[in-house]
């Protein structure tokens, strides 16, 4: 065997920051019979070359927890390993041009304040103060990071490597994986020096993880970008600047302008993110080559040049300091610019930790949240934001590649709440597209499938400019008022394609959901809520159980959920069953027809017993086409979902769409739906429904029957139960400016923090901003004063029933 292991509990492939940083997270918790395997040296791929940025600052939650954890990680590192590092906690500022950017620096802050972070913003005045090489007569602000730095990725990674391997963990060097394979239950990695045979693997590759990946027969939803930064020589000014302050200048974020400039010695370091940027190993004249350990591309000064003009004029010392080196290496992008970290999809006990494209600073998360993975099947925080079963089947190397540029061209960019991002869109359209678009549909891409967000009228500005805004109002506000009051009065039609469906038959399927759900499984002819709970109780995931017989069911759930929740009911299948699982998304479409005049116009079309009570189901005929009739709505108005076969789907939307014309019905789209759902309290998978909450704290005790035999989760809820939950799930309703609480605003009360919301929007039938949220368990008292936290300012709010704002007692969702 040539001296390297024959067994190993875990095998990690590539010795990047993140691989090494997950080898030393796993030996730490006790696992030390795991190994890592380079094809060269340690930090042969994107870690050497990186420039090693230590920043804090993210707008998604999960992620400002990861980067947090490692910055308080790499202050302490040096000391826990004995190992030397050059880390220098700088601070950093980002500049802000417009109102817009100040609004997330406020957000962004107080995210931060939640999770301990001391984040400020800053005036003109004041980030001259702290970096007076700065012409800031045309800024509204800054955002300053006390945490930010900067440090050296290889010391880095050689520290964690020490800290791995004094715990006992094994790294091979130039020792190449060139295969797998799956042999009773184990994995076996094949080496240039032979075999190790492992419970678990990782792919750890960097940009290597997609020909890693095949190996599994696995194509990875990722590309390769040439990023570019430079090394200027020492500037006297700068090196006077840190003798007299003992430090060095903050690191410095033109993020309007795309681009970030450190000081690097006594000298500069800027590193632009271009809009004219470039994929490599993306076409057939361009192949990713065999091994491409610390090698760089050529300099390409062109792309960079207006960047470059624009750094001299922010610090004009800049243009006096000679341009001393330029690096330009590969850096991964996934289709969303976040990694993968997580369980590979389809393959067990196989895991995936790469595709970073700031794997400095988050590699020290990362191999926490990995080794969380791996050794309990779950983590900490809810990591959905990088859970490598978010991107399906649909997203091919075009689309990666279109995705990657537009993320790599943007990376600073503003998340707007009504934005769409242009780029790799149209990969999956309903059957009605075309006439969805020809009614003014203004499209989102929901898991791939396109979808109406709004309907515009001739004269609207649909242009991308007119979404970026934080602010609630823009041309689309009117129209979702519009579709929403059209379902309060009359009816409205949603088509809805990509709803994740599974088919679950087979002996004792009716047994087995009953021991995977929280609560009752519907009888044959009704459909229910199913929360599945993990083991600790957090809430995995909602789907909706529609029961065709004793132990045949349909599941439904969100579109975005389609791998993530197929996965978690297979995994979860009792060996030796005789129940199959089959996905079926691809076979069905549907259409959401609500409001008052629905059963009117539906006694038209069908010959349905249209009496039948809410949360029932009846297969019907419309146009002369099955389709399945499901009382429910998602909107809180009395309705159907009218499930039909994909090339079944024009003739039955054609059907209704014409029948309701004389009863007023309106097509609308996902903004609407939004509204309708926070005016009844319905929870939204990902956001309200996360494992960052338990069933018990997410309100939902209604759907959990703890008299029936043990459920997944079941020990963990009776044991909050009996010591009472910390936070509940709550209703606010806001007097709120003119934005409305995003995912994450903090709630305060007395001075203090005591929650956060997990949605927020406009109820456009009620007429009030609303949120949905997690507060202290002592203070949800319906009636309850609280203020919340919306970018940076502060407004009242009032803690609700616990009942739908609109329609309190179901009574038309029943009619």
């Known amino acids: 065997m040539s001296g390297i292991a024959g067994h190993a509990r875990v095998v990690i492939i590539g010795g990047g920051v993140v691989g090494v940083s997950a080898l030393y997270h796993l030996a730490k918790a006790g696992w030390t019979d795991c190994v890592l395997l380079e094809k060269n040296e340690l930090t042969a791929g994107s870690t050497w070359h990186a ?13 400002m927890n990861m980067q947090r954890y490692s910055a308080e990680l790499y202050r302490g590192l040096a000391e826990a390993v004995d190992y030397p590092m050059n880390y220098h906690v700088t ?25 301990g972070m001391d984040l400020d913003i800053l005036s003109p005045d004041e980030i001259k103060s702290r970096y007076p090489f ?93 990023h570019q930064y430079m090394l200027f020589d020492e500037v006297p000014e700068v090196a006077a ?114 595709v970073f494209t700031f794997g400095i600073c988050q590699g020290g998360g990362a191999g926490k949240v990995l080794a969380e993975w791996v050794m309990e099947g779950e983590t900490e925080w809810d990591m959905w934001s990088c859970d490598p079963r978010r991107f399906t089947g649909f997203c091919d190397q075009d689309y990666a590649v279109a995705k990657g540029m537009e993320v790599y061209g943007h990376e600073y960019a503003m998340h707007f709440p009504h934005h769409a991002w242009p780029a790799g869109r149209n990969k999956k359209l309903s059957p009605v597209h075309d006439r969805v678009a020809s009614l003014g549909g203004q499209f989102g891409a929901y898991n791939g499938w396109e979808r109406a967000n709004w309907y515009a009228r001739p004269g609207d500005d649909t242009s991308e400019e007119a979404t970026q805004t934080w602010a609630r109002e823009g041309e689309w506000f009117e129209a979702v008022r519009r579709e929403c009051l059209a379902v309060r009065d009359a009816a409205g039609i949603l088509d809805l394609p990509g709803f994740s469906r599974f088919r679950v038959e087979g002996a004792g399927a009716r047994d087995w959901l009953l021991s995977m759900t929280t609560g009752l499984v519907p009888k044959p002819g009704r459909i229910g809520l199913g929360y599945f709970a993990d083991e600790k109780g957090r809430i995995v995931t909602e789907m909706s159980i529609m029961a065709l017989g004793e132990d045949f069911f349909f599941l439904i759930t969100a579109a975005t959920a389609q791998w993530h929740d197929f996965e978690w009911l297979t995994k979860h299948l009792p060996a030796g069953s005789e129940i199959k699982i089959q996905d079926v998304t691809e076979a069905f479409s549907c ?38 009739l499901v009382r429910v709505s998602f909107a809180g108005e009395l309705g159907w979902e009218i499930h039909t076969k994909v090339e079944d789907t024009v003739a039955v939307f054609d059907a209704v769409m014409q029948a309701g014309e004389p009863h007023g019905l309106k097509p609308f789209g996902m903004f609407a739906l939004n509204s309708l759902r926070l005016e009844k309290g319905y929870r939204a998978w990902k956001g309200d429904l996360s494992t960052d909450y338990t069933v018990l704290q997410g309100g939902l005790e209604r759907f959990v029957k703890f008299e029936k035999p043990d459920f997944i989760g079941k020990q963990a809820l009776l044991a909050e139960r009996q010591r009472g939950v910390s936070k509940r799930f709550v209703t606010l309703v806001i007097e709120a400016g003119d934005c409305d609480a995003p995912y994450m605003s903090t709630l305060w ?63 038309r969702l029943r009619a």
């Open 51 to 63: 420039a090693g940025n230590v920043p804090t600052f993210s707008s998604s939650w999960s992620i």
């Open 91 to 115: 601070g950093s500022i980002r500049l802000g041009h417009s109102k817009e950017r100040l609004r997330e620096f406020q957000r962004v802050a107080g995210m931060g304040r939640y999770q």
């Open 134 to 226: 700065t012409e800031t007569h045309d800024l509204t602000g800054a955002l300053y990071d006390p945490y930010d730095g900067d440090i050296d990725p290889a010391q880095l990674t050689q520290a964690l490597a020490k800290g791995a391997r004094d715990l006992g963990a094994k790294i091979y060097r130039f020792c190449p994986a060139t295969g797998v394979r799956r042999e009773n239950d184990e994995w076996v990695i094949s080496t240039e020096k032979g075999e190790i045979r492992c419970e678990y693997v990782v792919n750890a590759a960097g940009y290597y993880a997609r020909e890693v990946g095949k190996m599994f027969g696995r194509d990875m939803p990722m590309m390769v970008m040439s």
């Open 241 to 354: 600047w840190s003798r007299e302050n003992g430090k060095k200048l903050p690191l410095m974020r033109d993020v309007d302008s795309s681009y970030y400039l450190r000081q690097e010695k006594n000298g500069f370091n800027l590193g632009p993110y271009e809009r004219k940027c470039r994929a490599h190993w993306a076409t057939m004249d361009d192949p990713m080559p065999a091994d491409f350990s610390f090698q760089l591309f050529p300099d390409d000064l062109e792309r960079l040049e207006w960047y470059i003009n624009d750094a001299v004029e922010r610090v004009p010392l800049l243009g006096t300091a000679g341009l001393t080196k330029t690096i330009n290496g590969p850096i991964p992008y996934t289709p969303d610019g976040n990694p993968l970290i997580g369980p590979m999809p389809g393959v067990p006990n196989a895991f995936e930790a790469c």
């Open 591 to 628: 259409q959401i027809l609500t409001g008052p005049k629905s059963r009117d116009i539906l006694s038209t079309v069908t010959d349905a017993d249209l009496s039948k009570p809410w949360l029932t189901h009846q297969s019907a005929q419309i146009a002369g086409n099955w389709c399945q």
């Open 749 to 811: 009360h007395d001075g203090k923090v005591v929650g956060e919301t997990t949605s927020g929007g406009w109820g456009h039938r009620i007429g009030k901003s609303i949120a949905l949220g997690m507060l202290r368990a002592d203070l949800t008292e319906p009636g309850t004063e609280l203020e919340v936290e919306i970018f940076g300012d502060r407004f009242a709010a009032t803690v609700q029933p616990d009942q739908p704002l609109w329609d309190s007692s179901n009574e």
